[in-house]
């Protein structure tokens, strides 16, 4: 069993930045993984922000290529979204997600542990 805490989340201005923080609890050393960050907003389905595997290879949803860059210390076992120049648009509630699967996705589906979300809200 995986457990995975949010941290990190507030409210900025637009262009302000903020990083949220992932605490992995219960992981098995050498285990297959994919780990990354989706973001929910009201009316908006949960989407993929970035993801990344076990080799540290990321994947950045289009809206926050070059502004979001995932991270992880692995001797913290904590796992890092560093979110620059933000925009309204990224205001929404943060989920870290864990995937068993050999091949990392933006599937919903395929995620298999969940945070408790951390809430980020941008003003204009």
């Known amino acids: 069993q995986v457990q995975l805490v949010e941290s990190g989340g507030g409210s900025v201005q637009a262009g302000g930045s903020l990083r949220l923080s992932c605490g992995v609890f219960?992981?098995?050393?050498?285990?297959?993984?994919?780990i990354g960050w989706f973001r929910h907003a009201p009316g908006v389905e949960r989407d993929r922000v970035a993801i990344?595997?076990?080799?540290?290879?990321?994947t950045y949803a289009d809206p926050v290529k070059g502004r979001f860059t995932i991270s992880r210390e692995n001797a913290k076992n904590t796992l890092y979204l560093q979110m620059n120049s933000l925009k309204p648009e990224d205001t929404a509630m943060y989920y870290c997600?864990?995937?068993?699967?050999?091949?990392?996705?933006?599937?919903?589906?395929?995620?298999?542990?969940w945070g408790q979300g951390t809430q980020v809200t941008v003003s204009s």
């Open positions: 219960g992981y098995i050393y050498g285990s297959n993984y994919c």
């Open positions: 997600a864990w995937s068993w699967k050999w091949t990392c996705s933006s599937r919903i589906a395929d995620y298999n542990y």
């Open positions: 990344m595997n076990m080799d540290g290879i990321a």
